[in-house]
T-cell receptor, first 117, second 114 residues
Framework: DGGITQSPKYLFRKEGQNVTLSCEQN?????MYWYRQDPGQGLRLIYY???????QKGDIAEGYSVSREKKESFPLTVTSAQKNPTAFYLC??????FGTGSSYEQYFGPGTRLTVT | SQKIEQNSEALNIQEGKTATLTCNYT??????LQWYRQDPGRGPVFLLL?????KEKRKERLKVTFDTTLKQSLFHITASQPADSATYLC?????????????FGRGTSLIVHP
C-alpha cells in the first residue's frame, strides 16, 4: 500500500520540551510539506522540501526545524521556541513541487495532534 | 499578495439538492486551482484540479468551474448525500522566493441533512 504515514496520531508534551513528528512516504515523491492546522483555520505551510538535503521555510517556520536526509522521510521538530505549539500537524507529498505551468496533487498523511501543556 | 478566500460560514443543505461552494482568489489568476475534501481529524484528500483555460471540469457528481473575470471557482456537488458532509478546501499555487508553493483557503464546511 502506497501512502504517507505520520506517527504518532496523538502526542502530549510539557512546555519547554522539543518534540519530533515523524513523516514517511513510499510514493517516491520528490516534494514534501509540513502544514499546521488550528481549529477553524486553513492549512498554513511550515516548511517544504523539493529534493533530498534541501528545504525551504514556509509562511510560519519560526520555532520549527526540519531535515530531509532521505527521500522518504521529512521529520518536523517543534522546538521550545514555538509559542503556540498545540495544533494539528499534517505532512504531505507530491511528485514535484508546484510549478508555474503545472500542478501536482498533494497526498496527505493522517495527521498528528500535538498538545503542549 | 496571492490569497485564497472561502466562505467561513457552514453551508447547510437538504439531501438531494446541489451544494455550491465558492473559492475567490486575489491578485493575478493562478494557472490552476485544486479542490480537496477534509473529514474531521483527518488529512485532506484531493478531488479535482481545474486549469485556467478550462471553464468546467466534471468527475461523477462533482463539477468545478473557473471564472477568471470574477476571479472565482465554484465547486458543485449534485444530488448531495449526508456522506458528502465534510470541509472542502480550495488551493492555488503561489510564487514565493523563486519557488511556487501551494496555498490553501480556510475551507467551507458542508452539512447535508437527510
Amino acid at each position: 500500500d502506497g501512502g504517507i504515514t505520520q506517527s504518532p496520531k496523538y502526542l502530549f508534551r510539557k512546555e519547554g520540551q522539543n518534540v519530533t513528528l515523524s513523516c514517511e512516504q513510499n510514493l517516491n515523491h520528490d516534494a514534501m510539506y509540513w502544514y499546521r492546522q488550528d481549529p477553524g483555520q486553513g492549512l498554513r505551510l511550515i516548511y517544504y522540501s523539493q529534493i533530498v538535503n534541501d528545504f525551504q521555510k514556509g509562511d510560519i517556520a519560526e520555532g520549527y526545524s526540519v531535515s530531509r536526509e532521505k527521500k522518504e522521510s521529512f521529520p518536523l521538530t517543534v522546538t521550545s521556541a514555538q509559542k503556540n505549539p498545540t495544533a494539528f500537524y499534517l505532512c504531505a507529498s507530491s511528485i514535484h513541487l508546484f510549478g508555474t505551468g503545472s500542478s501536482y496533487e498533494q497526498y496527505f498523511g493522517p495527521g498528528t495532534r500535538l498538545t503542549v501543556t | 499578495s496571492q490569497k485564497i478566500e472561502q466562505n467561513s460560514e457552514a453551508l447547510n443543505i437538504q439531501e438531494g439538492k446541489t451544494a455550491t461552494l465558492t473559492c475567490n482568489y486575489t491578485n493575478y489568476s493562478p494557472a490552476y486551482l485544486q479542490w480537496y475534501r477534509q473529514d474531521p481529524g483527518r488529512g485532506p484528500v484531493f478531488l479535482l484540479l481545474i486549469r485556467e483555460n478550462e471553464k468546467e471540469k466534471r468527475k461523477e457528481r462533482l463539477k468545478v468551474t473557473f471564472d477568471t473575470t470574477l476571479k472565482q471557482s465554484l465547486f458543485h456537488i449534485t444530488a448531495s448525500q449526508p456522506a458528502d458532509s465534510a470541509t472542502y478546501l480550495c488551493a492555488r499555487g503561489r510564487a514565493s522566493g523563486g519557488s511556487y508553493i501551494p496555498t490553501f483557503g480556510r475551507g467551507t464546511s458542508l452539512i447535508v441533512h437527510p
